[in-house]
């Protein structure tokens, strides 16, 4: 089963993987690893993949390209992000783990995202992917520019006239700042949302203006870091997890173990709970996972792909005051 988005013909799988760690992301991946880890995720029925300039300086791109080159390409989709123009920097010293990425800094990154930066990221993401066509761009971090309100005015109408030429099957933006997320499902006509850790079993910012407005004008999400960076991707939750990125502060542990409690009393782990409630809100069409490793890929594939969990455990979650009672349920 796959979901459309927006009112593009871009069908996109429930399950989606998403590239960064493939990119280095914090620690090098052995180009043996990175492959076995997509094809994991290709045997365990995901036709959705997600990457980006950004991840790995490139690296995150080629690796996903390099293993795509041999599979039908109108059995899968590929979104890959602008914003970011990647140069070479042949006197960069040492590696790019000021951003994150465990790679040489042999290039760096160029915010731009006037008309013509747009149009070379994607012909340059094309030439790293090795892809005849891109299925879905999106706007990364847009309130991370210097120029973010260039982004409404030169980067999105570019990407509307590329849709409409077929070039694009379908464009969105990508952002962890509601704020961000919740103008662009209101002023534009993207297909759809890629929400950062903004609707998750633990927290539900994006009930309050995103996901509302996404239902309302038929905008498609796609649901990224639902295990808030980790925090919810183990069974115990505890301070060795990792929450947006850093440590945990005390309140949020808390309420993490809270709903892992509730989720044991009901026989339901903690990231099965996690996966399935992403995926509930009738906008979601497909929720991202990260991974870095085949076993990592398939324990998310797994955990999705049981049973739904009973609907006590969400009421219970409801009274315990762990979850918002506006948020919609898996059936």
């Given at each position: 089963m796959t979901r459309t988005l927006g009112g593009s013909a871009v069908a996109v799988s429930p399950l989606g993987f998403g590239a960064a760690s493939i990119g280095n992301l914090y620690r090098a991946v052995s180009p043996e690893q990175a492959a076995a880890t997509v094809e994991a995720a290709w045997q365990a029925g995901i036709r959705y993949f997600d990457t980006a300039p950004h991840y790995g300086i490139g690296l995150s791109e080629q690796r996903l390209g390099g293993y795509l080159a041999g599979r039908p390409r109108d059995e899968y989709v590929v979104s890959t992000k602008v914003g970011r123009i990647l140069v070479d920097d042949p006197d960069g010293a040492g590696d790019d783990m000021a951003n994150g990425f465990a790679v040489p800094a042999t290039r760096r990154r160029v915010w731009d995202y006037s008309a013509a930066g747009v149009r070379?990221?994607?012909e340059e993401s094309l030439a790293r992917l090795?892809?005849?066509r891109i299925d879905v761009v999106l706007m990364h971090d847009p309130?991370?520019?210097p120029e973010p309100e260039r982004v409404l005015r030169e980067a999105y109408p570019v990407l509307d006239g590329l849709r409409e030429e077929g070039v694009v099957g379908a464009i969105g933006v990508g952002s962890k700042d509601p704020a961000t997320l919740a103008r662009f499902a209101t002023e534009t006509d993207v297909d759809a949302?890629?929400?950062?850790?903004?609707y998750t079993l633990l927290e539900q910012p994006a009930l309050d203006d995103i996901l509302p407005a996404c239902a309302a004008r038929?905008?498609?999400v796609l649901n990224v870091g639902?295990?808030?960076?980790?925090l919810l991707a183990v069974e115990w939750p505890d301070?060795?997890?990792?929450y947006e990125y850093g440590a945990a502060p005390a309140d949020i542990l808390a309420r993490a173990q809270g709903i892992a409690t509730t989720c044991r009393r009901h026989g339901v782990t903690l990231?099965?709970?996690a996966l399935a409630f992403a995926a509930a809100h009738p906008a979601v069409a497909s929720v991202v996972v990260g991974a870095g490793k085949p076993e990592h890929v398939q324990r998310s594939a797994e955990w999705f792909a049981l049973p739904t969990p009973p609907a006590s455990l969400w009421a219970d979650l409801v009274a315990e005051g762990l979850l918002r009672p506006d948020a919609p349920v898996p059936a």
């Open positions: 070379r990221s994607i090795g892809l005849d309130e991370e520019s949302l890629m929400v950062a850790g903004r038929g905008i498609s639902v295990f808030n960076s980790g301070e060795t997890r990792p990231p099965q709970a």
